[in-house]
C-alpha cells in the first residue's frame, strides 16, 4: 500500500503538487490522467522515493526495492545488450549470481515476448520494444508496485497493443499507478481514476465517475480535449500538412490504425474545397465507440447558401461531393442567420478497413 498525506513540492519556489493525499491498495490499478505540467510525473517521483524534499515524505509500506518506476524515456543503458539492462540491478543490488540473473531475466523477457532479443542493443529495437525492455527490467527486481509514466506516449497502435497486452496480465499480479493521456487504454485497464489540476487532486473515482461521468468542468474540459480533435482555420493559407498530421496521430491513438486517417484526411480536403475559407472555421473531430463522427462548424455572415447541396455545387466542384458522399454515411448541412453547421459522419467499413 502507498499513503500520501497532505504531500507538497516546488522546485524553486513554484509550487508543483499542493496538499496531494490518497492511499493506493495492494493490486489496485490507478491510471492518473491531467494536462501536461500539472504535476503528474512529479507525483510518481514522489511515490519512488526520487524527490528528497517532499513535504511531508510519501509513505508507503513497500522498501524502495519493492517499488519500481519506468521513465517515459526508458533510461535504457545504450552501452549494454537487452539481457545486460536487465541483469546489473540484480547482480549488483540483489546480489544474485550472474548465471540466476539471466536466468531470471530471460523469464521476464519471455513474459514480455522478447525472449529472442536479449542480445541486441536497446538501438536496434522498436520503441515498443524498448518500452517492454524497461517494463521487464523493473519487474526482475520483484516489485510489488509498478509506477509507469506515460508508457504509451510514444508508440503507434500496433506497440501500443503489445505494451498493453504486457499491462493486463500485470495488473492480476501487482499493483500498477500509470500517468498516461491515453483515456481509451486507462477506461480498459483502470479500477481507479485520478485527475490531477495546478498540482491538485479534482477528481478521483472510478473510470464510469471520472471519465464517463465527471464533476468539475477542469475534468470534463480535458476529457473533451483528448476525445477530440479541435482545429481552427482562419484563411485559406492555413497550414494543411499541420492539419494532415493532428488528423493522423488522432487516429492512431485510437488504434484505428490502416487507412483510417486517410479517409478522415480526404473527406476533410473535399469539404473544403466545396465551402469558403475567407472566414473563421472551427473542425471538430470526435470518436465514439468504433466510429469516428466529424463535424465541421463554419461561422460568417450574410449567406444563407448551402454549399453541399447539388444545386449549389459548380460543375468543376462536383467531383469533390461526390467523393465525399462516397466517403460518408452521414451528410448533414444547416443554415441559419448567420451560422453554418456541417456534420458528416464517415464510412465505419471505410474507417476500420486495414
Not at 35 to 50: I, V
Not at 240 to 254: D, G, K, Q
Given at each position: 500500500m502507498i499513503e500520501l498525506s497532505h504531500l507538497y513540492k516546488s522546485y524553486q519556489g513554484k509550487e508543483v503538487l499542493h496538499d496531494i493525499s490518497l492511499t493506493i491498495n495492494e493490486?489496485?490499478?490507478?491510471?492518473?490522467?491531467?494536462?501536461?505540467?500539472?504535476?503528474?510525473?512529479?507525483?510518481?517521483?514522489?511515490?519512488?522515493?526520487?524527490?528528497?524534499?517532499?513535504?511531508?515524505?510519501?509513505?508507503?509500506?513497500?522498501?524502495?526495492?519493492k517499488i519500481g518506476m519506468v521513465f517515459q524515456k526508458f533510461n535504457l543503458f545504450e552501452n549494454m545488450t537487452v539481457l545486460q539492462n536487465l541483469t546489473l540491478a540484480p547482480i549488483h543490488v540483489l546480489k544474485m549470481k550472474k548465471d540466476d540473473a539471466e536466468s531470471l531475466a530471460m523469464e521476464h523477457l519471455k513474459s514480455v515476448g522478447l525472449a529472442g532479443k536479449a542480445s541486441y542493443m536497446p538501438s536496434q529495437l522498436s520503441v515498443g520494444q524498448q518500452q517492454r525492455v524497461a517494463i521487464a527490467r523493473c519487474l526482475v527486481m520483484k516489485p510489488e508496485v509498478l509506477l509507469l509514466d506515460e508508457p504509451l506516449s510514444a508508440l503507434d497502435p500496433v506497440a501500443s497493443g503489445e505494451v498493453m497486452e504486457v499491462l493486463r496480465k500485470l495488473k492480476k499480479e501487482i499493483t500498477l499507478v500509470m500517468v498516461?493521456?491515453?483515456?481509451?487504454?486507462?477506461?480498459?485497464?483502470?479500477?481507479?481514476?485520478?485527475?490531477?489540476?495546478?498540482?491538485?487532486?479534482?477528481?478521483?473515482?472510478?473510470?464510469?465517475?471520472?471519465?464517463?461521468?465527471?464533476?468539475?468542468?477542469?475534468?470534463?474540459?480535458?476529457?473533451?480535449?483528448?476525445?477530440?480533435?479541435?482545429?481552427?482555420?482562419?484563411?485559406?493559407?492555413?497550414?494543411?500538412?499541420?492539419?494532415?498530421?493532428?488528423?493522423?496521430?488522432?487516429?492512431?491513438?485510437?488504434?484505428?490504425?490502416?487507412?483510417?486517417?486517410?479517409?478522415?484526411?480526404?473527406?476533410?480536403?473535399?469539404?473544403?474545397?466545396?465551402?469558403?475559407?475567407?472566414?473563421?472555421?472551427?473542425?471538430?473531430?470526435?470518436?465514439?465507440?468504433?466510429e469516428v463522427r466529424m463535424s465541421l462548424d463554419i461561422d460568417f455572415e450574410g449567406d444563407n447558401k448551402k454549399y453541399l447541396s447539388e444545386e449549389n455545387v459548380s460543375e468543376e466542384n462536383f467531383l469533390s461531393l461526390n467523393i465525399l458522399q462516397g466517403l460518408c454515411d452521414v451528410i448533414e448541412e444547416n443554415v441559419e442567420t448567420d451560422n453554418h453547421h456541417i456534420h458528416i459522419e464517415l464510412n465505419q467499413e471505410r474507417l476500420l478497413l486495414r
Open positions: 493490486r489496485q490499478t490507478v491510471c492518473v490522467i491531467g494536462p501536461s505540467g500539472c504535476g503528474k510525473t512529479t507525483l510518481l517521483r514522489c511515490m519512488a522515493g526520487l524527490e528528497k524534499d517532499c513535504q511531508p515524505k510519501a509513505k508507503s509500506q513497500k522498501p524502495k526495492a498516461t493521456h491515453n483515456l481509451t487504454a486507462a477506461t480498459e485497464i483502470a479500477d481507479r481514476v485520478i485527475f490531477i489540476n495546478e498540482g491538485m487532486i479534482c477528481e478521483d473515482g472510478t473510470v464510469e465517475e471520472v471519465l464517463l461521468s465527471p464533476q468539475q468542468e477542469a475534468t470534463k474540459n480535458f476529457i473533451s480535449r483528448q476525445k477530440n480533435l479541435f482545429y481552427t482555420i482562419n484563411s485559406q493559407d492555413f497550414d494543411r500538412p499541420e492539419l494532415n498530421t493532428r488528423i493522423e496521430l488522432y487516429c492512431n491513438r485510437f488504434g484505428l490504425g490502416g487507412q483510417a486517417h486517410r479517409f478522415v484526411q480526404l473527406a476533410v480536403e473535399e469539404i473544403l474545397n466545396l465551402i469558403p475559407l475567407n472566414n473563421k472555421i472551427e473542425l471538430v473531430l470526435s470518436k465514439n465507440n468504433d
